[in-house]
């Protein structure tokens, strides 16, 4: 281990000082958690103006905002979210960026979700999916976008995707929308995750006798009354090989709505992936690869918590899912269902997972569920002696709460140190709100590992008006990090009255944008000589 902390920093950053909650608890603030005492300052919790707001020695410039031309005939979509900024084997760096959502109001003044014409949704599959564009560092080290290079693309809402199992018949699925985070496996392959697709398509359910039907959701976006396709070739996580550009969608790691797919490797080097869905009530999976250098074979698993086991969704083994279901390819397609029948945790909306670099524990953000009354949610943490194991040991790193100083937490990041970096997503209406009353808008917040401060939250930046800061990732230097600034001003009602102008200002109209952020505060975390 190349740091050394103190005894006090170390189990203050590890949460050792709280009591271990249960799942039923969790989100219920916890006084025990380590209180913000202050040595770093970070912005007021309450700061709520229509700008990235920053700490002090920090600055942030704009790479690209939704509109922007990436290249002949393909523009950089709506609603940005994960970004993973790739590496080629020559040297040159791509950006993947996530397109989750669609304002249809912001983006063609449409209000009515039930009236939709055809140009109207075409625009719209357009939009979301994922970009893929050519970054460089100029020599005063700011990213820039190089707009026509061979190397940019898009998957978008009509792309065909290759499945690697038949669905319904079909082994290629038309589109990839609703795009949330993702992850990245060590042969060189971005993730890019399906969360809420039930939009856009519907959801499909079945009755006792197996019969199915197509379940209309509230936040019905209409393409389905145009032209509807099978919801069962959506909810997927989605492998794209930026060499080729080309992509396929990984049946086995199950079909819910994936917030991330995070990979590490077992001992032996058998490839992990964790996986939340970001449901009320919904679990968190884990799927052992039985090969090296690939996802499409292995056994995909649940989580009980109450248990501290990981139980397995294989359909052979399990007598229950044989008279359920037809075949290991149905259970996987109903994998609620199936996680259900084997006893997995409902959890408080599993969102993004990441795993601390220096003990290798699974930190999962549960970021809230009102069916519980947990309305800030917490941080889920996970040890395992092995990836690869079926038991662990679980307890909350960090719970949220005015005492913590973070709400809903979302996107993670840990750099190279250990330290945290949290986003926080407090929903457009709710912010402000008496729930919510004292958060401010959605932050950025650090949890250093170390120092005087280490255990505290810190929040560092402060988004426009309604927005969210999403899919944090750094660049090797650790000199920059990448954020997605997604849905400013989505509570406007009526176009012309924007309830955020970001990042234009003026009356315009308000663009979700893809932001770098730098400077001597970051650097004094990220620096990889320093610790002591
Ligand atoms: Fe797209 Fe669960 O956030
Ligand atoms: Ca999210
Ligand atoms: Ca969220
Ligand atoms: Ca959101």
């Not at 700008?51 to 790479?63: A, F, I, N, Q």
Request: one cysteine or more; glycine letters at 10%; charged letters at 25%.
């Amino acid at each position: 281990m190349k740091n050394s902390w103190s005894r006090r920093s170390f189990l203050k950053f590890i949460g050792a000082s709280s009591a271990t909650l249960s799942t039923a608890s969790v989100g219920i603030s916890c006084s025990s958690l380590s209180k913000n005492s202050g040595s770093i300052k970070g912005l007021p919790l309450n700061t709520a103006s229509d700008d990235v707001s920053l700490v002090k020695g920090l600055k942030y410039k704009l790479l690209i905002k939704e509109g922007d031309s990436i290249g002949k005939g393909i523009n950089f979509g709506t609603n940005n979210d994960y970004t993973n900024l790739y590496k080629f084997s020559d040297g040159r760096f791509g950006l993947w960026v996530n397109h989750e959502d669609m304002n249809p109001l912001l983006a063609h003044g449409r209000k009515d979700m039930s009236k939709i014409t055809t140009s109207q949704m075409n625009y719209e599959r357009d939009q979301l999916g994922g970009s893929f564009f050519e970054v460089k560092e100029n020599e005063s080290g700011d990213w820039f976008v190089v707009k026509d290079s061979k190397l940019n693309f898009v998957l978008n809402g009509n792309s065909k995707i290759k499945m690697s199992d038949k669905v319904l018949g079909s082994a290629t699925a038309l589109g990839t929308f609703a795009n949330c985070s993702g992850g990245y496996t060590p042969w060189g392959t971005i993730l890019t995750c399906e969360e809420n697709y039930d939009k856009f398509y519907g959801e499909a359910i079945y009755d006792k006798k197996g019969r199915r039907s197509i379940k209309t959701t509230k936040r019905d976006r209409g393409w389905k009354n145009l032209d509807p396709r099978p919801p069962e070739h959506y909810g997927w996580v989605v492998e794209v090989n930026p060499v080729t550009k080309t992509a396929e969608k990984i049946i086995n790691l199950g079909r819910f709505a994936h917030e991330c797919a995070t990979v590490t490797l077992s001992k032996e080097g058998y490839p992990v992936v964790y996986s939340g869905d970001d449901s009320k009530n919904e679990c968190l999976y884990k799927f052992v690869s039985n090969k090296k250098g690939s996802l499409k074979s292995g056994t995909l698993y649940v989580a009980n918590l109450e248990q501290n086991k990981w139980l397995s969704l294989d359909y052979q083994s399990n007598p229950k899912l044989k008279r359920k279901f037809k075949s290991q390819t149905d259970v996987y397609i109903r994998a609620r269902e199936a996680a259900r029948i084997v006893g997995a945790s409902l959890l408080d909306r599993p969102e993004d997972i990441e795993i601390d670099p220096i003990t290798q524990s699974v930190f999962v953000s549960l970021t809230n569920n009102s069916s519980k009354n947990n309305y800030h949610g917490s941080i889920l943490k996970i040890t395992e002696n092995n990836p690869s194991d079926l038991s662990f040991k679980h307890e909350t790193f960090k719970a949220g709460g005015l005492q913590n100083g973070f709400s809903c937490p979302d996107n993670m990041a840990f750099d190279k140190n250990g330290n945290l970096w949290l986003t926080s997503d407090i929903s457009g209406y709710a912010i402000g709100s008496s729930t919510y009353k004292g958060f401010g808008n959605n932050g950025l917040f650090l949890i250093p590992r170390t120092g005087p401060s280490a255990g505290d939250v810190i929040k560092v930046a402060s988004s426009p008006n309604d927005a969210e800061f999403t899919g944090p990732f750094f660049s090797p230097d650790e000199k920059t990090l990448f954020l997605s600034v997604q849905h400013p001003g989505e509570m406007t009602k009526e176009l012309g009255k924007y309830t955020s102008n970001w990042p234009l200002g003026g009356n315009e109209k308000p663009l979700s944008s893809v932001i770098c952020i730098s400077g001597d505060f970051l650097e004094q975390f990220t620096k990889q000589d320093e610790l002591v």
